[in-house]
């Protein structure tokens, strides 16, 4: 439901019931002022207030993680640890342990973010979504590899990131095969 259309319900109920509550209050309002009266109006208010901060804070709270999410993945020690793991893809090369540790770590706590409703998924519908299905996928021997070793857990919070921007905008990954695999392969 549209948090906006919620708030306008939220407030219409509570105008409703303290029209209700208060209705005999409200008739008499003109010939006497009652101190109860006052205080219940001004809790209402407080209540509506309240509710209606809530709200407001909560997006100010997502803006605030989207625009750390973008700052963060954009930093020179980010931008060449995804090259590092993208050119051990394209080169055959051995992954870089260190590249996938910190793009891992990354991206699991970015998953988390995620799964507990601090990030919204949206932000992965653009050039980052494809990406991380990407990386994950080049990285996944590595991940495999730190969960059989000493952590049966680690990563999870990438890999749900992973099944989430698949499901959710039908990202895929399909490896490239190098074009000297190819020709050795045809002139077999």
Not at 163 to 173: D, L, N, P, S, W
């Amino acid at each position: 439901m549209n948090k906006r259309m919620l708030s306008y319900i939220l407030v219409s109920l509570s105008i409703l019931l303290s029209l209700l509550f208060f209705d005999k209050q409200l008739m008499d309002f003109s010939k006497k002022l009652d101190l109860t009266t006052l205080v219940g109006i001004a809790a209402i208010a407080s209540g509506i207030s309240g509710v209606m901060m809530s709200l407001s804070s909560k997006r100010v709270a997502n803006f605030e993680a989207i625009r750390e999410y973008f700052q963060q993945g954009d930093t020179p020690e980010m931008i060449s640890s995804r090259n590092k793991i993208y050119a051990s893809a394209d080169n055959g090369t051995p992954l870089d342990y260190k590249a996938a540790a910190e793009v891992c770590s990354f991206f699991h706590f970015w998953g988390m973010m995620v799964q507990k409703g601090f990030l919204p998924l949206w932000i992965f519908k653009s050039a980052s979504g494809p990406s991380v299905v990407r990386l994950f996928h080049l990285v996944l021997p590595y991940i495999e590899e730190r969960r059989t070793a000493n952590n049966r857990h680690y990563g999870e919070g990438f890999e749900y990131l992973v099944k989430k921007i698949k499901k959710e905008y039908k990202y895929t990954y399909v490896p490239v095969v190098q074009q000297d695999q190819e020709q050795s392969n045809t002139s077999a």
